[in-house]
Nanobody
């Protein structure tokens, strides 16, 4: 499956952005989907994940209550709604896909990765 992330940009602190991850090649209903991010000089970190059917969502503590992951399997797209953004959210955001059977949040469990979209939050 090929993944294409979009929706990044420059936003002021307190603002919102919605990232999209469009898949092609295979239906995303076959995959657990996730978002990760990598800030300059830092390791890639888990942000959010959603089960293949959409019933379960998981979040990093740092984004819980502010970010919402969702999926539209009919559109083969995953979303990340980001609210109350802070400069600490500045990073390149990647969407990723893991087998349905994977239940973790480690990057190593995700087989497919998009190219990343840059989110910059100004103070």
């Amino acid at each position: 499956v090929q993944l294409q992330a979009s929706g990044g940009g420059l936003v002021q602190a307190g603002g919102s952005l919605r990232l999209s991850c469009a898949a092609s090649g295979r239906t995303i209903s076959d995959y657990r989907m996730g978002w990760f991010r990598q800030a300059p000089g830092k390791e890639r970190e888990f942000v959010a994940a959603i089960s293949w059917g959409g019933a379960r969502t998981y979040y990093a503590d740092s984004v819980k209550g502010r970010f919402t992951i969702s999926r539209d399997n009919a559109k083969n797209t995953v979303y990340l709604q980001m609210n109350s953004l802070t400069p600490e959210d500045t990073a390149v955001y990647y969407c990723a896909g893991a087998p349905r059977s994977y239940s973790g949040s480690y990057a190593e469990g995700f087989n497919y990765w998009g190219q990343g979209t840059l989110v910059t939050v100004s103070s």
